[in-house]
């Protein structure tokens, strides 16, 4: 199961009735609201927040073997969804940070 105070990379399905998407959490994005997490969401191709009480009972571990596998097939569209939120975020703050 997903911790927000974890520094490492999850790798898990979001499990729903009639639908299974492969998801990656990544503890070191900033700006998550308290309550909040972002999981990059496979079936999207984007980093979308859910709340945390809400969505962590869909959330199910993979083994070692199936990780590795998520990792090898959806790194390449995590890293460039993680570094379009990251820019975005930067921005955001930037112009708050000008006000």
């Not at 191709?45 to 993979?62: G, I, N, S």
Request: proline letters at 6%.
């Amino acid at each position: 199961m997903i911790d927000p105070s974890a520094t490492k990379l999850w790798y898990g399905r979001h499990e729903t009735p009639g639908q299974c998407t492969q998801v990656i959490f990544d503890p070191t994005l900033p700006g998550m609201p308290s309550g909040q997490v972002y999981l990059y969401n496979a079936a999207r191709d984007a980093l979308v927040p859910y709340e945390l009480k809400t969505v962590e009972k869909f959330l199910k571990d993979v083994d070692k073997e199936e990780a590795r596998e998520l990792k090898t097939a959806l790194n390449d569209r995590f890293r460039a969804a993680r570094k379009a939120y990251l820019k975005a975020y930067r921005k955001t703050e930037r112009q708050r940070d000008g006000d």
